[in-house]
Every structure is written in C-alpha cells, then in structure tokens.
Nanobody
Framework: HVQLVESGGGSVQAGGSLRLSCAAS????????FAWFHQAPGKEREGVAA???????SYADSVKGRFTISRDNAKNMLFLQLNSLEPEDTAVYYC???????????????????WGQGTQVTVS
C-alpha cells in the first residue's frame, strides 16, 4: 500500500520561500512518477510540478522560474522548493504518485493514483 506524507508548509510573507517535503513508502520508489498539486478554497486541484522516474520535470506556467521539484530516490523523498512566493500561491499542497508511464499528461490529477493528506501554504 502506497503512503505519502507531506510536510514543510507554513505561513510566509510575499517574496519568501518554503520547502515542501513528501515522504513515500510502500513501493519501489524509483519506478514511480510524482507530482505536486495545489488546491485553493473553492477552486479545482491543479498541477504545479511533476517529475518522472527518468528525472524529467514539468511545471505549470504560473510557477516556472519560481518553484523547483526534485526527488531523492535513495531516501524515498520528493521535494518542492517554493521561491518568490505570491499571495496567489496560497493553497493546500498535495504530493501524488503513480506507476511510471510514457506520454503521461504530467500535471493532470486524473493520472495519479496515490495522494498525501496535504500541507497548507499561506502567503500574505
């Protein structure tokens, strides 16, 4: 059974930074694709960044140049570095996982089978 646990959320001022972490267990980590999504109140859950088992990354246009996704296969960890935060980034952030696949729409929530419980990011 796949388990994902996020941490690292918090409250920061605009222009600040946070680093989110996602600890993964229950499967062969290196064989999975991962992504970060966020969901603001009253809005749909949206893809923020994704990283394939190959290390290839994808980003939503709204975060390109500000956020960086990375993974540590040896430690079964996924990370999201959030820089130059804006109030519009305020949301619950979720990590997600799915068995690796070619030609996956990397930022589509329908592609992912497993989800963490989320961590709140608030930017003021």
């Amino acid at each position: 059974h796949v388990q994902l646990v996020e941490s690292g959320g918090g409250s920061v001022q605009a222009g600040g930074s946070l680093r989110l972490s996602c600890a993964a267990s229950g499967y062969t980590y290196a064989a999975y694709d991962f992504a970060w999504f966020h969901q603001a109140p009253g809005k749909e859950r949206e893809g923020v960044a994704a990283i394939e088992s190959t290390g290839s990354t994808s980003y939503a246009d709204s975060v390109k140049g500000r956020f960086t996704i990375s993974r540590d296969n040896a430690k079964n960890m996924l990370f999201l570095q959030l820089n130059s935060l804006e109030p519009e980034d305020t949301a619950v952030y979720y990590c997600a996982a799915a068995p690796r696949s070619v030609a996956r729409p990397a930022l589509s929530k329908d592609e992912y089978n497993y989800w963490g419980q989320g961590t709140q990011v608030t930017v003021s």
